[in-house]
């Protein structure tokens, strides 16, 4: 019954700015839910035409498979970036073509810099 429990989330994030990837950020395993969620924070982002978030999600199930399940590869590119700030909360990005259903929305939250 373990192989259809509710997934255990890991993988990575980056920023994308300029064609360039940062390093990436280890997202811990969210063990058994659905509803996975990191307190993960990129700071002194530029938002200009090429930034995006990037999330590489995998289902952790090591004692079953010799590799982690594939969840999907998901990029928000700047224009859900804009709209997320100009939200002022918790904006639900709609990803489920990008995952071929396995992750339906992400939710991001953009503040801007304070000068």
């Given at each position: 019954?373990?192989?259809?429990?509710?997934?255990?989330?890991?993988?990575?994030?980056?920023?994308?700015?300029?064609?360039?990837?940062?390093?990436?950020?280890?997202?811990?395993?969210?063990?058994?839910?659905?509803?996975?969620?990191?307190?993960?924070?990129?700071?002194?982002?530029?938002?200009?035409?090429?930034?995006?978030?990037r999330?590489?999600?995998?289902?952790?199930?090591?004692?079953?498979?010799?590799?982690?399940?594939?969840m999907?590869?998901?990029?928000?590119?700047?224009?859900?970036?804009?709209?997320?700030?100009?939200?002022?909360?918790?904006?639900?990005?709609?990803?489920?073509?990008?995952?071929?259903?396995?992750?339906?929305?992400?939710?991001?939250?953009?503040?801007?810099?304070?000068?």
């Amino acid at each position: 019954m373990t192989a259809w429990s509710h997934p255990d989330t890991v993988g990575h994030a980056y920023i994308i700015t300029a064609g360039t990837f940062s390093d990436p950020v280890k997202l811990q395993v969210r063990q058994d839910t659905l509803t996975p969620q990191w307190g993960l924070r990129f700071e002194h982002v530029p938002l200009s035409a090429g930034t995006a978030l990037r999330l590489e999600l995998f289902d952790a199930d090591p004692e079953f498979f010799s590799a982690n399940d594939d969840m999907g590869i998901i990029t928000i590119g700047l224009a859900e970036i804009q709209k997320a700030m100009r939200s002022q909360e918790t904006y639900q990005v709609n990803v489920q073509q990008q995952t071929h259903d396995q992750v339906l929305f992400v939710g991001i939250s953009v503040v801007p810099e304070m000068n």
